[in-house]
């Protein structure tokens, strides 16, 4: 106890060592001389000589293999590997100082002692093991602790097994595994029964009155987890993932440096029953172009702008600079990032608008970023078409102002949010955006490298179906659709941030990225799959009602404008969109319809003016009317239905 107390716990497994090594000594000593003629020593003084030098070198030798850094309760068949070889090391070593001293009753006496030590050693831990795991599970069972079921008998569900087992805050008892694998099927892993995954599951879950289904698989598809999600739910269960932390999940970049992933047991997630596999872009050469730079991120503070923040953090910036309007926002993103690199990152708040031309100037002076990510803009589609001159002001002439500054200033790289609601635009935060990629892809002939990204949603963003589908849901419902045949395309903050920057890595002069999304998903889907996380029936537990579309939104969203100059790069989630650019002097003579347009539109308080100017400047802009009539041909709805 008193060793316990110290946290000497390598000292404590060293005394254990100790004692067995006694034990076997002093055995060897007595059988030695009752029963084997041929070991006894000369002179009672040689084999405490020997004894002394074996102790000394397997010890030294378990020391140098790291034996005693292990926690003993733990100890899995690598470590006992690992301290086999050093005792084999030890007694190549000590048999030659007690050969020479006792000769061949010497070496004898090294062989047997080094034997009887590694398998006792080894045995001792394997006993400690056992009893500290049967210690627990009975501590379990008269705490009533849950009965719990895993699916997949394979390393990951053993690990999770084990963990249950042997923590004593543990709540839960594994009480059998669950796996597709006929091989596995009938036999026992740590003494537990191996079932199938059939029409009999539940009534075998009732037999073994389990409470919790835990899903334990490595690299688990979004398919796979949505199979196995309908398959519990449809017997009563609401299974759990044994998986990293949600809190661990935003960080879509992973560094060299970065440990390997703690896992938990959470909840599903809408994100696990996604269409498809999420996406992993971090490379080496992302890592190098951030690593050492200022890097300046217009907008930090929304959902994009935050995750891009902290994405960027893990890589190591000579300074990161976050520049919002929204002060609670940029707020909550310094705190989060203060509490975890506790002062080791070099971070820098300031507020502003992307619309004040001084303000820019002030905080581009300041800082003199390497790198900008502009990912501030007005992104709400309802709220923009009600507001149209205030979706110019800030998106388009937000990112004139911050693309001027970025070249005034000596700014490398600029790289450029935009959307898929860029393409063919039925509304004015959609045009808006576009006419920001042509502000930067006209600027191809300077010194700093602009380059646009358009992708489709986020999901979880602020604002977006998400969390207005969770508040629904947690109200009673019901959940509102515009539209039952409604799609878009998705993909998680975390991996659209990285692929964001791994484009920027990427980037030349005036390119226009495209992220591959995947395939489109029925929004419809989403609200059956969210109302089925909650452990609730879609149609009589929540309602699922159709309000109709709003102004300036269409039935689908498309990524690229002409799919003939789409070209492929080294990551096969990007592609280059070689549309050909604008010229610096039409995109002014563009800005110039539009600030007059604004000046119209505020004398007269109408928006028609606007939308009127929009169509003249961005001539892919179409009444949502017209594209919604064509949607039963469009390609992406097709997608959508076969993979409804």
């Not at 543990?170 to 740590?190: A, E, I, W």
Request: glycine letters at 6%; one cysteine or more; hydrophobic letters at 45%.
């Amino acid at each position: 106890m008193i060793l316990k107390k110290l946290g000497s716990r390598k000292l404590m497994l060293c005394v254990y060592d100790v004692g067995i090594f006694a034990i076997i000594s002093l055995f060897f000593l007595w059988f030695s001389n009752i029963f084997g003629k041929m070991l006894v020593y000369s002179e009672p003084s040689l084999f405490l000589i020997n004894t002394a030098i074996i102790f000394t070198v397997c010890m030294l030798s378990r020391f140098i293999f790291g034996i005693y850094s292990y926690i003993l309760r733990y100890v899995q068949i690598s470590v006992s590997i690992r301290l086999v070889l050093a005792d084999v090391a030890a007694g190549v070593i000590a048999v030659i100082p007690c050969g020479l001293i006792g000769r061949s009753v010497g070496v004898w006496h090294t062989g047997l002692v080094m034997m009887a030590f590694d398998i006792a050693s080894i045995l001792a831990r394997l006993v400690y093991q056992y009893i500290y795991r049967q210690k627990n599970i009975s501590v379990g069972n008269r705490e009533k602790s849950l009965k719990a079921a895993i699916v997949g008998a394979g390393q990951l569900g053993v690990l999770l097994a084990e963990d249950l087992l042997c923590r004593k805050d543990s709540k839960y008892t594994p009480v059998c595994f669950m796996d597709k694998d006929t091989q596995k099927n009938g036999k026992r892993v740590l003494g537990m029964n191996v079932y199938p995954l059939s029409d009999k599951t539940k009534a075998v879950l009732k037999n073994l009155q389990v409470d919790e289904v835990f899903v334990a698989i490595p690299a688990l598809s979004s398919e796979k987890a949505k199979e196995l999600f309908e398959f519990f739910s449809a017997i009563g269960y609401t299974p759990k993932l044994y998986d990293a932390p949600v809190s661990d999940m935003t960080s879509g970049v992973k560094t060299r440096e970065a440990k390997s992933e703690k896992r938990v047991i959470r909840e599903f997630k809408i994100e696990d029953l996604l269409f498809r596999d999420q996406i992993n872009a971090f490379s080496e050469e992302a890592e190098s172009c951030y690593r050492g730079k200022t890097v300046l991120v217009t907008g930090g503070g929304g959902s994009i702008g935050s995750e891009l923040c902290r994405q960027l953090a893990a890589l190591k910036p000579a300074k990161l600079v976050i520049f919002d309007i929204y002060e609670n926002n940029a707020y909550d993103i310094q705190q989060e990032l203060g509490r975890k690199y506790q002062g080791e990152l070099n971070l820098v708040v300031e507020i502003g608008s992307v619309r004040d031309v001084r303000r820019l100037d002030m905080v581009f002076s300041a800082h003199r970023p390497d790198i900008v990510f502009h990912a501030a803009a007005h992104k709400h589609v309802p709220l923009m078409e009600s507001s149209a001159a205030e979706a110019i002001k800030n998106n388009v002439f937000g990112t004139y102002n911050t693309a001027c500054a970025a070249e005034r200033y000596g700014v490398k790289k600029f790289i450029l949010i935009s959307t898929d609601k860029a393409v063919n635009p039925t509304n004015v935060m959609g045009a808006s955006k576009r006419l920001c990629e042509m502000i930067v892809q006209c600027r191809n002939d300077g010194d700093t490298e602009f380059v646009a990204v358009r992708f489709g949603n986020v999901l979880g963003s602020n604002g977006s179906v998400i969390p207005l589908f969770k508040a629904q849901i947690a109200e009673g419902g019901p959940i509102t659709l515009t539209d039952k045949g409604i799609i878009r395309y998705f993909m998680t903050i975390p991996e659209a941030s990285s692929l964001v920057m791994q484009a920027g890595a990427m980037a030349k002069k005036g390119e226009l990225f495209v992220l591959d999304m995947g395939n489109p998903v029925k929004i419809h889907d989403l609200a059956i799959n969210m109302i089925k996380l909650s452990g609730l029936e879609p149609g009589k537990d929540i309602e699922i009602k159709e309000i109709g579309l709003r102004p300036g939104e269409k039935l689908f969203e498309e990524l690229l404008i002409k799919k003939e100059l789409l070209t492929k790069t080294e990551n096969k989630k990007i592609f280059i969109e070689k549309d050909k650019p604008l010229t610096r002097q039409q995109v002014e003579e563009k800005l110039a319809v539009l600030k007059k347009a604004i000046d119209e539109a505020e004398t007269s308080g109408s928006a028609e003016t606007i939308r009127a100017a929009l169509k003249t400047v961005v001539d892919t802009y179409k009444d949502a009317a017209e594209v919604n009539a064509r949607a039963s041909e469009a390609e992406e709805i097709k997608k959508a239905q076969q993979n409804s």
